[in-house]
């Protein structure tokens, strides 16, 4: 019976572990991207450089002469190229229900448009 606890207790652990490792691996192959983009902000004024999209932290960093980091709440939208330059990502801040709780909050939504469809 010891025996069932303990590999119980060694599963949970490693399980979480992995998630935690996979969740921090996300996060720094993210921190090492940069793109040329735009941000238009909430008070309406707009901002371009280098643009950094962290989807685990719901942030988004603008470089230029500065390092600015923004959430969801200030922002309007974002644009850049992707890695390849072949689309433009369009990132609007929209209301979300965070977790099903009925409690809403704005988060990054990436928009996708058909070719040839609006």
Request: net charge neutral; proline share 2%; hydrophobic share 40%.
């Amino acid at each position: 019976m010891i025996n069932l606890k303990v590999l119980i207790t060694f599963l949970a652990v490693c399980s979480i572990t992995s998630s935690t490792f996979c969740q921090y691996k996300n996060f720094n192959t993210e921190a090492a991207i940069w793109h040329d983009g735009e941000v238009q902000l909430s008070n309406g004024d707009m901002r371009y450089g280098q643009l950094n999209y962290n989807f685990i932290m719901n942030i988004v960093t603008l470089k230029n002469d500065s390092l600015e980091t923004y959430n969801p709440e200030e922002v309007q939208y974002f644009k850049f190229k992707d890695t390849l330059g072949a689309t433009l990502a369009t990132f609007y801040s929209l209301p979300y229900d965070i977790h099903g709780t009925g409690r809403q909050g704005a988060v990054f939504l990436r928009y996708f448009l058909k070719r040839g469809q609006l």
